[in-house]
């Protein structure tokens, strides 16, 4: 089956700019996450949905960054006023959110690859 | 507060050995999950294997293996019989379970692995 996708695959935007990124999970995972990989660094966890809700934004730099999923499936990563420093790499994962070990195991999708000029 | 830590920026093996890629974790919690992905050039975190912390035997996926020592806190990957088209970024993480049913997964920093021929 389908796995993780995203789009677009790479953004250029200038400093200031709105940008959205998509992630569409692997169908009838209800558990989605983005992170954010900077240059030569692991993800650091951004945002989890369960379901519609945001269950967990904790991991948002700063309120500059938002995310929905209003019907529980597709989600939308929004950035306003980007900053140079936005620039990374933003993944998206998804999970069964239930179920054990194979139930919570995440996969990924191929990643927006930001840049803020 | 969790933490990983693979101490090995870069590794190299020869084509049909095997290769072991350190992890050392940090956390008070006494139930948690351990994983490796790899990272491609390509950008996509392919998950390879899991291990939970109350597991009795040391995971097993095909050519991977993961060296549990929990007293050591410590998990290790093991590729065996190296091939070119693992050349990759590996990356170990931890499972988070902040509470609510869903876990987010703390990186290390990465270790890149380059198989000669």
């Known amino acids: 089956g389908a796995g993780v996708s995203q789009t677009p695959s790479n953004k250029v935007t200038e400093k200031g700019k709105y940008v959205e990124l998509r992630c569409d999970p692997i169908?009838?995972?209800?558990?989605l996450y983005w992170y954010r990989q900077s240059l030569g660094q692991g993800p650091e966890f951004l945002i989890y949905?369960?379901?519609?809700?945001?269950?967990?934004d904790s991991g948002l730099p700063n309120d500059r960054f938002f995310a929905v999923r209003p019907e529980g499936s597709v989600s939308t990563l929004k950035i306003q006023r980007t900053e140079r420093g936005d620039s990374a790499v933003y993944l998206c994962?998804?999970?069964?959110?239930?179920?054990?070990?194979?139930?919570?195991?995440?996969?990924f999708g191929p990643g927006t690859r930001l840049l803020v000029l | 507060a969790q933490k990983i830590t693979q101490t090995q920026p870069g590794m190299f093996v020869q084509e049909k050995e095997a290769v072991t890629l350190d992890c050392t974790y940090d956390t008070s919690d006494p139930s948690y999950g351990l994983f490796w992905y790899k990272q491609p050039s390509s950008g996509e975190m392919i998950f390879l294997i899991y291990?939970?912390?109350?597991?009795?035997q040391n995971a097993t996926e095909g050519r991977y293996s993961l060296n549990f020592q929990k007293a050591r806190k410590s998990a290790n990957l093991v590729i065996s019989a190296s091939q070119l088209g693992d050349s990759a970024m590996y990356f170990c993480?931890?499972?988070?379970?902040?509470?609510?049913?869903?876990?987010?997964?703390?990186f290390g920093a990465g270790t890149r692995l380059a198989v000669h021929p």
């Open positions: 169908s009838g995972h209800t558990a």
């Open positions: 291990q939970g912390s109350y597991d009795q």
């Open positions: 993480a931890m499972r988070d379970d902040p509470g609510g049913g869903y876990n987010k997964l703390i």
């Open positions: 949905f369960q379901g519609t809700g945001a269950a967990d």
């Open positions: 994962a998804s999970s069964l959110g239930s179920g054990g070990a194979g139930g919570k195991t995440q996969y």
